[in-house]
């Protein structure tokens, strides 16, 4: 198996040379944002059911370094509980992991960057990776919802995280409005943001989703 990037570098060599080589993809990046309980693993696994991404949670990924007893682990545990956000640096190596590891040209990447300093050692990494295209991820989606209906989900999750207690929801509501919300505006100038009403059903609320990425397979179709 080629991996991602090294059939992505073959890819521009080829189209250089006038080739294309049909099985090698370039890379698919969409980063889904939002407030806490807004919604976004949930409308992540509609979308991989639907669109075939490989979904990369943050929060996940983080939660199995703790799980793991990584050198990291104290420090991550700590820092969710206060409903911070983990040096960048550690999120990102493990979001890169994951990416090298998939078979996956497709990628949802749920709860990152949620500060300008996640967004921008992502994009050192892209930089690396694909200098050629731009660092930019092709689509970012917002979930929009009202905080009391966030805070509502969050305490009825039931998955014994350690963060889904009202002091630390209203806190990382906070981070979410100083640190994620310049990183949503900052999508939103580019022209990359897809704004989500969050409310309603699961379902309403992907018949808002599904026409966004609808309209990807179609483009991917017609170019090739
Ligand atoms: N449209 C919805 N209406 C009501 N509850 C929802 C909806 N979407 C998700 N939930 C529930 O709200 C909680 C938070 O959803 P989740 O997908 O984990 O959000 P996020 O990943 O953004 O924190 C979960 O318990 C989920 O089952
Ligand atoms: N990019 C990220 C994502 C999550 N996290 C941490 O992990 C916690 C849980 O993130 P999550 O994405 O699973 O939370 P939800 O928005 O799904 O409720 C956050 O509150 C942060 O403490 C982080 O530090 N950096
Ligand atoms: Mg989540």
Known sequence: RLNTWESLTTGIAQQAKGVIAP???????????????????TQCIKIVETFGFAHLSAGDLLRREIASKSADGAMILNTIKEGK??????????IQKEMELSDNH??????????????????????E?????????????????????????VLNRNEGRVDDNLETIKKRLTVFQALSLPVIN????????????????EDEIFEQVRPIFAA?????????
């Open 23 to 41: 099985k090698e993809k370039t890379p698919f990046i969409t980063f889904v944002l939002g407030g806490p309980g807004s919604g976004k693993g």
């Open 216 to 224: 990807f397979e179609v483009c991917s179709q017609t170019v090739g």
């Open 129 to 153: 990776w694909q200098s050629q295209i731009g660092v930019e991820p092709n689509v970012v989606l917002f979930f929009d919802c009202p905080e009391e209906e966030m805070v509502k989900r």
């Open 85 to 94: 956000i983990v040096p960048s640096q550690v999120t990102v190596k493990l």
């Open 106 to 127: 497709k990628f949802l990447i749920d709860g990152f960057p949620r500060t300008e300093e996640n967004r921008v050692s992502f994009e050192q990494i892209l930089s």
């Open 186 to 201: 900052y999508y939103s100038e580019k022209g990359k943001l897809y704004t989500i009403k969050a409310i309603g059903t």
